[in-house]
């Protein structure tokens, strides 16, 4: 059984950056690992995957240039590193691991993965 932990969401100002990570057991990084996030009263999106090797990386549209996700396999972590943080970007912010980014994106409508318990950011103005 895979397991996911969140880490490093928090309150920040217009402007920070931020930097999450998620911590997995129970799985040999052979997973696609990738984030999402879901605000108040808004459904769960889609924010980026990247594969089992690193080499591949998918960002929703919106994000790209200000979020960057990554892995260490010989720690078992993936990273979502957030710039330019915007008061849009105040939500849920979760883990997943999926046996590949196709499977990956479409988590929240087909199931296949594992999901995390979440972490808070919230961006101030």
């Known amino acids: 059984q895979v397991q996911l932990v969140e880490s490093g969401g928090g309150l920040v100002q217009a402007g920070d950056s931020l930097r999450l990570s998620c911590a997995a057991s129970?799985?040999?990084?052979?997973?696609?690992m990738g984030w999402f996030r879901q605000a108040p009263g808004k459904e769960r999106e889609f924010v980026a995957t990247?594969?089992?090797?690193?080499?591949?990386?998918i960002y929703a549209d919106s994000l790209k240039g200000r979020f960057t996700i990554s892995r260490d396999n010989a720690k078992n972590t993936a990273f979502l590193n957030m710039n330019s943080l915007k008061p849009e970007d105040t939500a849920v912010y979760y883990c997943?691991?999926?046996?590949?980014?196709?499977?990956?994106?479409?988590?929240?409508?087909?199931?296949?993965?594992?999901w995390g318990q979440g972490t808070q950011v919230t961006v101030s103005s």
């Open positions: 990247i594969n089992w090797s690193g080499h591949s990386t």
């Open positions: 129970g799985t040999d990084m052979s997973y696609a």
């Open positions: 997943a691991a999926a046996p590949t980014v196709h499977i990956m994106m479409e988590l929240t409508t087909r199931g296949g993965g594992y």
